[in-house]
């Protein structure tokens, strides 16, 4: 019996195989798992389930863990202000690239203007649940095991990985709760969560061996499931309850579809605040999907769970189920102006505005401006072949008539035909912010 079947109810059985579901299809994978975890039919990778349910009771309440918000760090640290914890990252941080926000770094897209379609390392934004691990390359292992490989464990070391075949693809990676400041500040509305603007995602050109090939060679079998990746970073510690290392299960259609194992970013090993020496990418998928410092992979044969697949990464609030909708997979549609929010601009004076717009569904069709806070709309000169996974760069000139505050405005049009809206769906924890964002400027 392959993965894909299930019984009449949606669950897996053993018994009844007749109804073979497909499981590359996203949001059928998703809401057969809600099923089943609101059923209590999973068991929760590594977390007492009491404890879970403790959390979720008290998180939905109190609008979550308060797990990846400004209070993380303090949470972490046992309450000490976020703004006095500084982000333990190997890289530096300078203000001219990166707003800190806790224990993470947004890339500052004004630093962008004047960059290549890569995004460069020393501006990416990290964004870590604790901090980043120092590993060596030598002393770095992957371990492969679980109940649906044919075998036992089965150890990859960084040289074994090399030697692997190599897949070189251009991708971003992006936060889930990437604009979730503009929740409050354009729809005032609350939100749980690191206050983001829209500098939580770094487009770069990752190379590594594909996790298909390396499960193939641990023998996955026919009976594999769930695909459950784990982190070599500290465990995380919320609310007193600690919640183990960072992990999200991936589906295992998913697993061995597009996901890559890398060891490279823009032709460099892998740094360490970016995942070094292996990392997890998954293509157009939310960020929290591509586990840094890969160090086990567990094959199940059963659906798993874990904090970042039941409360945190799935939607919570007015139009949700009460128990949350599916576990969020892949990434929305984004656009941003390579200037600072509040920037002032000389009347009378042409000036090219640039930015990017990207899609986690399709690629990027068409990008509109309007310099006049929303009435008039330009389309703008697009600087990159669109391409699934990536970003486009695009530009217009602007020769502002009159001084005082206005509003720029960026909307996207994907492949698909799906423009952004005018207003983000809310959710408590401020997850996949599409609307447009009001870029504020003065002309003066
Ligand atoms: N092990 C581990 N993996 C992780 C995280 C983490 O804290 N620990 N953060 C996740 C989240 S929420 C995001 S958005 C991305 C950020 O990747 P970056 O720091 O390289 O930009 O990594 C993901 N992978
Ligand atoms: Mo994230």
Known sequence: MGPGFYG????ATKECPAMPLDLSDESQYDRLRLKQWARDRARS???DRRDLLKLFAAGTAAGSLGLGAAGTAAAATGGATAAAVLPGTVKPLPPELFTLR????????????????????????VRNHTVTPRLEATDWRLKVWGDALSGGPVEFSYDRLRALPAVERTL???CAGNGR???TTQQGQQVSGTAWTLGAIGVARWRGARLSDVLRRAGVTGAAVDVLPRGLDDEVVTNGVNLG???????????LDDVILAYEMNGEPLPPDHGGPVRVVVPNWIGISSIKWVGDIEVSAEPLYTPWNTDLYRLFGPGQPPQGSAPLTRQTLKSAFELELGATVPVRRTRLLTGRSWSGAAPVHRVEVSTDGGARWRRARLHDVPHRGSWVRWSLPWTPRTTGPTALLAR???TTGRTQPATAAHNTQGYLFDAVVR???TVV
Not at 8 to 11: C, H, L, N, W
Not at 102 to 113: D, K, P, V
Not at 245 to 251: A, E, G, I
């Open 45 to 47: 990778a590594g977390v």
């Open 245 to 255: 290392r960072v992990r999200r299960p991936l589906p295992v259609s998913k697993a």
């Open 172 to 174: 971003f990676i992006e």
């Open 102 to 125: 806790g224990t993470n770094a947004e890339t500052n897209f004004a630093a962008l203007r004047g960059t290549g379609p890569l995004t460069p390392l020393d501006r990416f934004f």
């Open 8 to 11: 009449p109810s949606g669950i």
């Open 412 to 414: 996207a049009t994907d």
């Open 439 to 441: 870029h504020p400027v």
């Open 181 to 183: 400041s503009f929740y």
